[in-house]
């Protein structure tokens, strides 16, 4: 299995600040037959679902605030959040879906401070 | 609008068997697959598996092969996890998500998730 390891496990950030979250895969998610990275970000708040924020690295889904941006290559990622606002405490998660299992890193939690 | 409308959540004994579902609506069924993902209380996220409802292929993660069945109900726009024998370890949040089905297989939308509690 492809293991996914995200840091720091948990960030308290000031409000307007910015929050990098990064995330480290065991092998390359980059399949050289599409040229693309197999990496999403998700976003879990307390007693919700996960929440799909990127995909294939840097897109954002449909209705995701612009200060989300994912970036990185290969096997190192890193989400941003570019001004940290209270809704955006929660669990983030990065998930490989190149092979099977796709696997999701350990989650690390954003807080404000 | 996509849905995915979990079953609720369930109570059993150790050795009970079980099978929670979700129903999709919005979207054709066929065109997308269906995960699985675990999330045991206090815990991160874990995939299990994945189905084509239209032709019922299943991949399982390692961690699950074998205790845990997949399968799907195109009939009724339905996907199921079961079990033929729980155990007190598999009492956890179950969440199924929708994935594309041309290597786009992040988790687009989500149930709600099903609350299962094995016990004694």
């Known amino acids: 299995d492809i293991v996914m390891t995200q840091s720091p496990d948990s960030l308290a950030v000031s409000l307007g600040e910015r929050a990098t979250i990064n995330c480290k895969s065991s092998q390359s998610v980059l399949y050289s037959s599409t040229s693309r990275n197999y990496l999403a970000w998700y976003q879990q708040k307390p007693g919700q679902p996960p929440k799909l924020l990127i995909y294939?690295?840097?897109t954002r889904q449909s209705g995701v605030p612009d200060r989300f941006s994912g970036s990185g290559s290969g096997t190192d990622f890193t989400l941003n959040i570019s001004s940290l606002q209270a809704e955006d405490v929660a669990v983030y998660y990065c998930q490989q879906y190149l092979y099977t299992p796709h696997t999701f890193g350990q989650g690390t939690k954003l807080e404000i401070k | 609008e996509v849905q995915l409308v979990q079953s609720g959540a369930e109570v059993k004994k150790p050795g009970e068997s079980l099978k929670i579902s979700c129903k999709a609506s919005?979207?054709?069924?066929?065109?997308?697959?269906i995960g699985w993902v675990r999330q045991m209380s206090g815990k991160g996220l874990e995939w299990m598996g994945i189905i084509h409802p239209g032709d019922s292929d299943a991949r399982y993660s390692p961690s699950f092969q074998g205790q845990v069945t997949i399968s799907a109900d195109k009939s009724i726009n339905t996907a199921y996890l079961q079990w033929s024998s729980l155990k007190a370890s598999d009492s956890a949040m179950y969440y199924c998500a929708r994935a594309g089905n041309r290597g786009d297989y992040y988790l687009d939308s989500w149930g709600q998730g099903t609350l299962v509690t094995v016990s004694s």
């Open positions: 919005g979207y054709s069924f066929t065109n997308y697959r």
């Open positions: 294939w690295v840097s």
